[in-house]
């Protein structure tokens, strides 16, 4: 049994009793809530159809009677939603062993298969490295054995990563479905149902999409070990250095699995593009609004700089008035640095400077002659 296998068989006989025992107690927890809720959501019907408060037509109440047994149905009955969960993550897991059969690959369907044709593909791997590193010295000998080593654990272990997630998710979300299904009475938690119901048939689809890309790996892999013959006939490290190129391939495309699942199921990888122009749209308003209001600000400042100082110069112009017997030089001269000043401000609001004002005070002394 490679290692592969080994993980994922041993994550298998961990899950599959997670998976039913967190259903179960999710499930004995949330009865008599869903009991109520459901009382509650009937009882409430029932007022709006003699108060007349919300319309409802023949069609409505139906799928609400409908709705509401499929709850009763699916939330509390672990034989009933493992009945219908199974039927559609088996028959991905069987069109993913049909894909790899087709390929040439060997093993039971499922994510045991994947890992025990992933480990043949490994194991032949190891036969590469072992010829390559035979007619070099020990020193050379063990650094390239180290190192293929370490990239073949890499590969294996992104594999059996990549198979162990899609098992681990599958039975959380399965674990949750009582509560998830049960927020599906009102249609304000309604939304809950809707995204783990997405969720989970993102995740269902991981079993397809890594029986595409691991079948690629094995059919790639075959043709070039037949392309290459046997290992221990290379008379160079050149002749071998396919291998290592398909080494790292082969991890290159185990890391874009849950990318190509998070395409295809639109559920993660598309809403960023939205997000990000979003948050540079609202860092552009913010900035372009914290100029605008810098800018008013500034404004405000001046006009108020300018008023404080009409109304200086008025205070003064009418002190001078008062005393226009003794001080009628004083006064003239004042005035006439009123009108100065007003006759600059007209002129900064027409150009636009400064910006339009409303205040337009006229002096109330007059020059003397």
Known sequence: MGFVTWMVQTADEALDAAAESSFGALAGAMGSMIMLAST???ILVLVSFAFQTRSMDGRTAVLLLA?????NAF????????????AIIDGLDQLGGAMI????????????????AFDEVLATFGDYLNAATTEMGWMAGAMITALGTAIMGIVGALAGG??????????LMIGLAPVMIAASIFEATKDYFHRWLSALVGYAMYPLIIAGVMSTIVSMARSMMESLGDPNDADSIGALLPFFAMVFMAAGMIAAIPLIVKALSGNVVMPHAPSAVGAVQS?????????RRSHERERERREQARWQEEDRLRTQAQRAGSGAGSGSGDSGQTVVNYQEIMARNRRLDAAGITGPSSLQPKPTVKPTS
């Open 40 to 42: 509650l959501l009937i």
């Open 67 to 71: 709705r509401l047994l499929l709850i």
């Open 75 to 86: 939330a509390l009955n672990w034989v009933q939603f493992n009945a219908v969960s199974s």
């Open 101 to 116: 059969e087709a390929l040439g690959g060997t093993g039971p369907e499922g994510a045991i298969g994947f890992a025990e």
């Open 162 to 171: 990549v198979l162990i997630f899609s098992k681990i998710m599958l039975t």
């Open 283 to 291: 860092m552009i308003t913010r900035y372009t609004a914290g100029q």
